[in-house]
C-alpha cells in the first residue's frame, strides 16, 4: 500500500442511496457492463468556495445535479476531469493503478484550467469513500477485462456571466462498471490522419485534461469515421507533421530493432498513466525506448521499408490497442493486420499488475477495499 504516511484528508459523510438497485438489477449490469453506460448507486462530492477553500465531503445517492443557468461552466468551459479503475483481486480486494499520479494531473490541469487545486490525500480519499460504499460494484475477479471505472472531475458553479475564474466549484466523482474494451477479442484499429482539425495548440489547453480538448477533437474525428476509420490521430498544429496522440490516447511506435518510441512531450500532449508505465515497462524488458518527435513520415516510411513492426495507442479506458491501418487524404499504409507481440506482451504485463496476478514490484497498486 502506498500513502501510508499521507496527511490526514478531508472527511466523507455517508448518506446512503434509499433506494439502491436491488442484488438482480446490480448483477444483470455486472453480467454485462458496457463501458460509461450505467452507474452505480451513490457519488462523492466536495465543495469549493473561495473563502471556505473544499469542504464538505459527502458521498450522496447518484442522481442529477441542478446548476443555475449561469453556471460558468455551461459558457465558458471551466470543467477538469480525470479517469482511473478499480480492479477486484483473486482474494476479493479492490486496488487502483497509480491513484496519486491521476492526483497530481489534477491538480496540474487545475492550475491550467484556473480552478483550485485538490489535494492528493483528498483526491485519494474521495475515490476510497465511494468505492467502498460501493463495493458490490467492482466486478468480481475473472469476469475477463472487467473493472469499476472512477471519473472524478471538477467544473464551476458559480453563477456570474463575467470572465474570471469561478469562485464556486463542484468537486464529483461518479463511478461505472466496466467490461472488455474489445468485446469479439483484440484486433488493431484504424486511424485517421486529422489535418483540418488540431486538438491542441503551443500554449493551448492539450497537456490538461480538460472537456475543451474532447470537444475540439470530435470534429476530426467525425471526419475520421466518414473516411472509414475507428479514429483520428492529431498531429502538432504548426507545422502539421510530428504525430501527437489521439484524442483520448497516446500512441507508441515498436521497430524491429527493439525501439519502442512515442512523442515527446511537447505541451500540448496529454501525459498518459499508461504511457508513463508501459515506457517504464518497456524499458525493464530490455526495449530501446525514445521520446521524441516522431514526424508522421516516419511511420509511413518505416510501413514501406518494414523497419516499422507494430503501433499502439494507449490510456486507461482501453489499455492497450494495437493500431492497423493509418489512412490520410490521398492514401493509406497498413502495418500490420494482426496485434503485434510487443504490443500484446506490454498489454498483459499491465493487466497483470493490476489485476494483482504478478507482484507489485513498482509499488503502483493502492489498496481500496
Ligand atoms: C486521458 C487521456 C490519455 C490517457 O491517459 P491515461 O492516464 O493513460 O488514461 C491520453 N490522451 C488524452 C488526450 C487523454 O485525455
Same mark, same amino acid.
Given at each position: 500500500?502506498?500513502?501510508?504516511?499521507?496527511?490526514?484528508?478531508?472527511?466523507?459523510?455517508?448518506?446512503?442511496?434509499?433506494?439502491?438497485?436491488?442484488?438482480?438489477?446490480?448483477?444483470?449490469?455486472?453480467?454485462?457492463?458496457?463501458?460509461?453506460?450505467?452507474?452505480?448507486?451513490?457519488?462523492?462530492?466536495?465543495?469549493?468556495?473561495?473563502?471556505?477553500?473544499?469542504?464538505?465531503?459527502?458521498?450522496? !445517492?447518484?442522481?442529477? $445535479?441542478?446548476?443555475?443557468?449561469?453556471?460558468?461552466?455551461?459558457?465558458?468551459?471551466?470543467? $477538469?476531469?480525470?479517469?482511473?479503475?478499480?480492479?477486484?483481486?483473486?482474494?476479493? &480486494?479492490?486496488?487502483?493503478?497509480? !491513484?496519486?499520479?491521476?492526483?497530481?494531473?489534477?491538480?496540474?490541469?487545475?492550475?491550467?484550467?484556473?480552478?483550485?487545486?485538490?489535494?492528493?490525500?483528498?483526491?485519494? #480519499?474521495?475515490?476510497? #469513500?465511494?468505492?467502498?460504499?460501493?463495493?458490490?460494484?467492482?466486478?468480481? =475477479?475473472?469476469?475477463?477485462?472487467? &473493472?469499476?471505472?472512477?471519473? !472524478?472531475?471538477?467544473?464551476?458553479?458559480?453563477?456570474?456571466?463575467?470572465?474570471?475564474?469561478?469562485?464556486?466549484?463542484?468537486?464529483?466523482?461518479?463511478?461505472?462498471?466496466?467490461?472488455?474494451?474489445?468485446?469479439?477479442?483484440?484486433?488493431?484499429?484504424?486511424?485517421?490522419?486529422?489535418?483540418? =482539425?488540431?486538438?491542441?495548440?503551443?500554449?493551448?489547453?492539450?497537456?490538461?485534461?480538460?472537456?475543451?480538448? =474532447? #470537444? &475540439?477533437?470530435?470534429?476530426?474525428?467525425?471526419?475520421?469515421?466518414?473516411?472509414?476509420?475507428?479514429?483520428?490521430?492529431?498531429?502538432?498544429?504548426?507545422?502539421?507533421?510530428?504525430?501527437?496522440?489521439?484524442?483520448?490516447?497516446?500512441?507508441?511506435?515498436? =521497430?524491429?530493432?527493439?525501439?519502442?518510441?512515442?512523442?515527446?512531450?511537447?505541451?500540448?500532449?496529454?501525459?498518459?498513466?499508461?504511457?508513463?508505465?508501459?515506457?517504464?515497462?518497456?524499458?525493464?524488458?530490455?526495449?530501446?525506448?525514445?521520446?521524441?518527435?516522431?514526424?508522421?513520415?516516419?511511420?509511413?516510411?518505416?510501413? #514501406?521499408?518494414?523497419?516499422?513492426?507494430?503501433?499502439?495507442?494507449?490510456?486507461?479506458?482501453?489499455?492497450?490497442?494495437?493500431?492497423?491501418?493509418?489512412?490520410?487524404?490521398?492514401?493509406?499504409?497498413?502495418?500490420?493486420?494482426?496485434?503485434?507481440?510487443?504490443?500484446?506482451?506490454?498489454?498483459?504485463?499491465?493487466?497483470?499488475?493490476?489485476?494483482?496476478?504478478? !507482484?507489485?514490484?513498482?509499488?503502483?497498486?493502492?489498496?481500496?477495499?
Amino acid at each position: 500500500m502506498t500513502n501510508s504516511q499521507a496527511p490526514a484528508a478531508l472527511r466523507f459523510s455517508v448518506q446512503s442511496r434509499p433506494d439502491p438497485a436491488t442484488d438482480e438489477a446490480r448483477a444483470a449490469v455486472l453480467a454485462d457492463p458496457g463501458f460509461g453506460t450505467t452507474f452505480t448507486d451513490h457519488m462523492a462530492r466536495i465543495a469549493w468556495t473561495k473563502e471556505q477553500g473544499w469542504h464538505d465531503g459527502q458521498i450522496v !445517492p447518484y442522481g442529477p $445535479i441542478t446548476l443555475d443557468p449561469a453556471a460558468s461552466v455551461l459558457h465558458y468551459g471551466q470543467e $477538469i476531469f480525470e479517469g482511473l479503475k478499480a480492479f477486484r483481486h483473486e482474494d476479493g &480486494s479492490v486496488w487502483c493503478f497509480r !491513484p496519486e499520479a491521476n492526483a497530481e494531473r489534477m491538480i496540474r490541469s487545475a492550475e491550467r484550467l484556473a480552478l483550485p487545486t485538490l489535494s492528493v490525500p483528498d483526491f485519494i #480519499a474521495s475515490i476510497t #469513500a465511494l468505492v467502498q460504499a460501493d463495493e458490490a460494484w467492482v466486478p468480481a =475477479y475473472g469476469t475477463g477485462e472487467t &473493472s469499476l471505472y472512477l471519473r !472524478p472531475f471538477m467544473f464551476a458553479t458559480e453563477a456570474f456571466l463575467g470572465v474570471r475564474p469561478a469562485t464556486e466549484v463542484t468537486y464529483l466523482c461518479i463511478a461505472s462498471p466496466a467490461g472488455a474494451y474489445f468485446s469479439g477479442g483484440i484486433s488493431p484499429v484504424s486511424l485517421w490522419i486529422s489535418t483540418n =482539425y488540431a486538438r491542441a495548440g503551443e500554449g493551448g489547453t492539450g497537456a490538461a485534461k480538460c472537456g475543451g480538448n =474532447y #470537444a &475540439s477533437s470530435m470534429a476530426g474525428q467525425v471526419e475520421g469515421i466518414a473516411h472509414g476509420c475507428d479514429q483520428a490521430v492529431f498531429l502538432d498544429s504548426s507545422t502539421h507533421t510530428y504525430i501527437e496522440e489521439l484524442g483520448g490516447m497516446n500512441l507508441f511506435l515498436v =521497430y524491429k530493432d527493439g525501439r519502442l518510441v512515442t512523442p515527446a512531450l511537447t505541451g500540448s500532449i496529454l501525459e498518459g498513466v499508461t504511457r508513463r508505465s508501459i515506457m517504464q515497462l518497456g524499458a525493464e524488458m530490455g526495449l530501446d525506448v525514445q521520446e521524441r518527435r516522431i514526424p508522421i513520415q516516419e511511420w509511413k516510411d518505416g510501413v #514501406a521499408s518494414g523497419e516499422l513492426a507494430e503501433v499502439f495507442a494507449c490510456g486507461t479506458a482501453a489499455v492497450v490497442t494495437p493500431v492497423g491501418r493509418l489512412v490520410w487524404e490521398g492514401g493509406e499504409c497498413t502495418v500490420s493486420t494482426e496485434p503485434g507481440e510487443v504490443t500484446m506482451k506490454l498489454r498483459k504485463t499491465l493487466l497483470d499488475i493490476q489485476y494483482g496476478r504478478t !507482484p507489485d514490484s513498482h509499488g503502483w497498486l493502492t489498496r481500496l477495499v
